[in-house]
């Protein structure tokens, strides 16, 4: 069975730094592109970041450019977010998403956790 | 950045109606469109892919259709499990985009 944790959110004042971790398993980590999305509340989806399989290929959405990172460790079976410059609209939850089809590039977000909720505020 | 726009807005439909949902993308996406489902407190899940596919498990009422700028979500005969939010996701140019969401509700 597909399991997608996502852990690291929490409040952190403007400015500040938090890093969001995923661990998945049940099935082949290291043949799947994996994404970032999240919702702020009350509001419609908003895709962060995606990666394919090799970390050769990634991508942002321009809200968040010059400041998240994304990254994965496949011996891990874990996906990353770094958060740097958080700001009060970087408020959602995050959620970790697989990609629909092995060894490509970040395309459809096809299975989701429950996500991990970042607030920011001072 | 492809801009998506979804209509209506809101849906009130009764069980057992047919739901039409639309999406109109700003530029081509081709068919590379996909549609999502998420009810209050879930994540959301994934119904249609490439415009027309059927995820696997989405149950065959569910069908997608259209290309280019204009496609639809349709319910054939709403199940009361199908009152949800439901967004369309485009993913031919990066950054991938969402619409806005329509909100099935009972009428």
């Known amino acids: 069975e597909v399991q997608l944790v996502e852990s690291g959110g929490g409040l952190v004042q403007p400015g500040r730094s938090l890093r969001l971790s995923c661990a998945a398993s049940?099935?082949?980590?290291?043949?799947?592109?994996m994404h970032w999305v999240r919702q702020a509340p009350g509001k419609g989806l908003e895709w962060v970041s995606g990666i394919s399989w090799n970390s050769g290929s990634i991508g942002y959405a321009d809200s968040v450019k010059g400041r998240f990172t994304i990254s994965r460790d496949n011996a891990k079976n874990s996906l990353y977010l770094q958060m740097n410059s958080l700001r009060a609209e970087d408020t959602a939850l995050y959620y970790c998403?697989?990609?629909?089809?092995?060894?490509?590039?970040?395309?459809?977000?096809?299975?989701w956790g429950q996500g991990t909720l970042v607030t920011v505020s001072s | 950045e492809i801009v998506l726009t979804q209509s209506p807005a809101t849906l009130s439909l009764s069980p057992g109606e047919r739901a039409t949902l639309s999406c109109r993308a700003s530029q081509s996406v081709s068919s590379y469109l996909a549609w999502y489902q998420q009810k209050p407190g879930q994540a959301p899940r994934l119904l249609i892919y490439d415009a027309s596919n059927r995820a696997t498990g989405i149950p065959a009422r569910f069908s997608g259709s259209g290309s280019g700028t204009d496609f639809t979500l349709t319910i054939s005969s709403l199940e009361p499990e199908d009152f949800a939010v439901y967004y369309c996701?485009?993913?031919?140019?990066?950054?991938?985009?969402f619409g806005p969401g329509t909100k099935v509700d009972i009428k």
């Open positions: 049940g099935f082949t980590f290291d043949d799947y592109a």
């Open positions: 996701q485009q993913r031919s140019n990066w950054p991938q985009t």
């Open positions: 998403a697989k990609d629909l089809a092995a060894a490509g590039i970040p395309t459809i977000p096809a299975f």
